[in-house]
């Protein structure tokens, strides 16, 4: 059974900082890479970023040097460092299962958790 659960979202003042994190269950941490998707307001669900299960890391160009994504299979947890925070990463984040599919980086399961909320203000 798939379990997903993102928290940490809030609302922060443009170049502020937050940590989401995600708590999935073990199964899925070992079996998969993990990504961080998001959904802007009147826009489509998109990748932000990916780890390996070899803890390689891959990041969106919108992203790229402002985000870091981490895992801890101890603790069966992703998280999502967010700096320097601009009012265009405004989007409910969420976590899923990730896979490199040929348009780029994709959930593997269709199954989505209720997200975190990220507001950023200017």
């Known amino acids: 059974q798939v379990q997903l659960v993102e928290s940490g979202g809030g609302l922060v003042q443009a170049g502020e900082s937050l940590r989401l994190s995600c708590a999935a269950n073990?199964?899925?941490?070992?079996?998969?890479?993990m990504g961080w998707f998001r959904r802007a307001p009147g826009k489509e669900r998109e990748y932000v970023a990916a780890i390996t299960q070899s803890d390689i890391t891959y990041y969106s160009d919108s992203v790229e040097g402002r985000f870091a994504i981490s895992r801890d299979n101890a603790k069966n947890a992703v998280y999502l460092q967010m700096n320097s925070l601009k009012l265009e990463d405004t989007a409910v984040y969420y976590c899923?299962?990730?896979?490199?599919?040929?348009?780029?980086?994709?959930?593997?399961?269709?199954?989505w958790g209720q997200g975190t909320q990220v507001t950023v203000s200017s």
């Open positions: 899923n299962t990730a896979r490199r599919g040929p348009w780029g980086w994709e959930s593997v399961f269709d199954y």
């Open positions: 073990g199964r899925i941490l070992s079996s998969y890479a």
